[in-house]
Structures are given as structure tokens and as C-alpha cells.
């Protein structure tokens, strides 16, 4: 079975902070995503990376960055946290179909 | 632009009716048409890939078919554990990045 961690089911940042998501997948898989969702705006694609070291902006990268220094793990990082990153983030890795993690429930007050 | 539209956003039927859920793309050179499910407060977990016009892919109660325009997932006798959002979204590149609709709630009533 395909398996997709994140290091955080729950997070509370206060406004400002620098804040670090990890996930890592056990398949050998190029590609990595992370996404936000929404309630009435669905999933939107944040970054991914088809290699190591190797990222390229999604729909919505303002705000964030990532890091892959190693296949199995890609990093998204919030340098100065804000109220409307408020959100679900879900971290997915993939040959052709997508496998997601089980997301990070992140609060920013 | 890519655009995945999902319908109806929320259905509500009793157990044993079925149903179809409806997803409608413009996704330029479409190489995968992927369906999810998702629990609250989980990831989307993956049921099935279509890649070509007149395919169909089965599992359990599920059923998804795909045209040149949409792509159908066909839920046969509901039960209340089918309830969940249903995901659809489109893929066009080699690095499979995909393009989500906002998902149909199903909720299925004993």
C-alpha cells in the first residue's frame, strides 16, 4: 500500500510565525503536490515537484515555498504565517495517480 | 484555462436508490479523468482512472464512466457508508498535475 505522511494531523501558529509542513511518501514516487482546501473553493495546488530539487509553482504559490532535498520528502513552508492560511493542507505523491496524506489541519490566530 | 465542474454539489438519497454524479471538463489534451473520495477531515482517497472515451472502471457499488465532454460515476443500491464527497479532476501533463471540481457531498439515508 501506497503511504503519505505528514508530520501534523493538528497545528496552532500565531500570526507571523515561519511554519514548516514535511511530508513524506514510501513509493519512490518523482512527483510530490501540496494543495489547500477550502470549504467552497475545493482543492487548489499550491507547489510541486516532478524531481528532487526540482519545484515549479501551482495556482496559488503567494504566501509559501517548498523544499525537496530528498525524493521521499517535500516540505512546505509558510514563511510569515498569516489568518487567511487558515486551512486543510493535503500533501499528495504520484507515478500517475495521485495518493494523498491524511492533511494538517493548520490554525493561525 | 483548465475547468472541472462537478454536479449536483450535494445529493441526498435513500439506501438502495441509485444514482449518478456528474463531472464536466475543458482540460486541454485530457491524458486522465481521476475520481476520489473523501472522509471528513481525511485526504481523498483514489477509486479509479479513465484515460480514454467509452471506458469504464467498477468497484463494489461504484461504477465511472467517461466521454469526450464528462464523466459519470455511477452509484448502484447506496449505502449509508457510501457517504463521503466524491472528488473528479483532470490531468493534461507528463507530471500529472491535476485540476479538481469542488466535489459532490453524498449522503446516503438507512
Known amino acids: 500500500d501506497v503511504k503519505v505522511t505528514q508530520s501534523s494531523r493538528y497545528l496552532v501558529k500565531r500570526t507571523g510565525e515561519k511554519v514548516f509542513l514535511e511530508c513524506v511518501q514510501d513509493?519512490?514516487?518523482?512527483?510530490m503536490f501540496w494543495y489547500r482546501q477550502d470549504p467552497g473553493l475545493g482543492l487548489r495546488l499550491i507547489y510541486f515537484?516532478?524531481?528532487?530539487?526540482?519545484?515549479e509553482k501551482g495556482d496559488i504559490p503567494e504566501g509559501y515555498s517548498v523544499s525537496r532535498e530528498k525524493k521521499e520528502r517535500f516540505s512546505l513552508i509558510l514563511e510569515s504565517a498569516s489568518t487567511n492560511q487558515t486551512s486543510m493542507y493535503l500533501c499528495a505523491s504520484s507515478l500517475r495517480e495521485q495518493y494523498f496524506g491524511p492533511g494538517t489541519r493548520l490554525t493561525v490566530t | 484555462e483548465d475547468q472541472v465542474t462537478q454536479s449536483p454539489e450535494a445529493l441526498r438519497l435513500q439506501e438502495g436508490e441509485s444514482s449518478s454524479l456528474n463531472c464536466s471538463y475543458t482540460?486541454?489534451?485530457?491524458?486522465?479523468l481521476f475520481w476520489y473520495r473523501q472522509d471528513p477531515g481525511k485526504g481523498p482517497e483514489f477509486l479509479f482512472t479513465l484515460y480514454s472515451a467509452g471506458e469504464e472502471k467498477e468497484k463494489e457499488r461504484l461504477k465511472a464512466t467517461l466521454t469526450k465532454k464528462e464523466s459519470f460515476l455511477h452509484i448502484t443500491a447506496p449505502k449509508p457508508e457510501d457517504s463521503a464527497t466524491y472528488l473528479c479532476a483532470g490531468s493534461r501533463g507528463s507530471n500529472y498535475k491535476l485540476t479538481f471540481g469542488k466535489g459532490t457531498l453524498l449522503t446516503v439515508n438507512p
Open positions: 515537484s516532478y524531481d528532487v530539487k526540482m519545484k
Open positions: 482540460v486541454s489534451g485530457l491524458r486522465g
Open positions: 513509493m519512490d514516487h518523482e512527483n
